[in-house]
């Protein structure tokens, strides 16, 4: 039976309207696929370059190239590690310096509050002797020995009197109380000591209150 014009026989004349696709834009799509893979597989192929491919001379040239790219790179390594290893070395020194000092003035706060007691004593065994009671006092006697003791034990934790009378006066070290005018010191000297001061090893913990000389003003 015959179909009219605009009639349908079931099979659509153009299969590619039906479906919405175009062989054209297929064919272009297609191409240009293949053509990313073959851009692929020449970068590939030329990131993995067989030597064996190459002639003599290019064999060399790369091979110098490639070590001295890995010459570079063992330098710089190398340079990495030896920065590490010198930091290192300094963070354990001074961590050792740290804790040396730490021990070192560990005690510096009870000393400072035991040097009171041992001027206290010594004060005393200075008025026992001016007044008369020094000879054969079992008391004086029991008073010098616990000096002793605690001067002792003092010195072995590094403390050491500051030296004054005699001296050019250093503020980092004496304190000065007053002036005194006199022929017999140079000014600028430490002609008595009135508070003694110490030092614990090198760092000095009570500076010694002194008087200074003048020069004597003329009248």
């Known amino acids: ?37 073959q851009e692929l597989e020449d970068l590939l192929s030329q990131a993995t370059i067989d030597l064996d491919s190459l002639p003599v001379e290019e064999q060399v040239n790369l091979l110098k190239t490639r070590l001295e790219q890995a010459e570079k790179e063992a330098a710089d390594n190398l340079d990495t590690a030896q920065r590490a290893q010198a930091e290192m070395v300094n963070f354990r020194r001074r961590t050792d310096e740290d804790r040396i000092t730490n021990s070192k003035y560990a005690n510096s706060r009870l000393i400072s509050n035991v040097l009171p007691v041992l001027e206290e004593l010594e004060l005393a065994i200075n008025h026992s002797e001016s007044s008369g009671n020094g000879d054969n006092d079992p008391l004086l006697e029991g008073i010098k020995l616990i000096q002793r003791k605690l001067t002792g034990v003092l010195e072995s934790e590094g403390l050491v009197p500051i030296e004054a009378i005699g001296l050019m006066f250093n503020p980092l070290e004496h304190e000065a109380l007053g002036t005194e005018e006199t022929s017999d010191v140079e000014p600028g000297y430490i002609t008595q000591i009135i508070r003694p001061g110490f030092r614990l090893h090198d760092r000095v913990i009570s500076p010694a209150q002194v008087m200074v000389a003048k020069a004597l003003q003329e009248s």
């Open 1 to 37: 039976m015959a179909t009219e014009p605009g009639e349908s026989n079931g099979h659509p004349e153009n299969s590619w309207e039906t479906k919405g696709d175009n062989p054209g834009e297929n064919s272009d799509e297609h191409a240009a696929s293949a053509g990313l893979e």
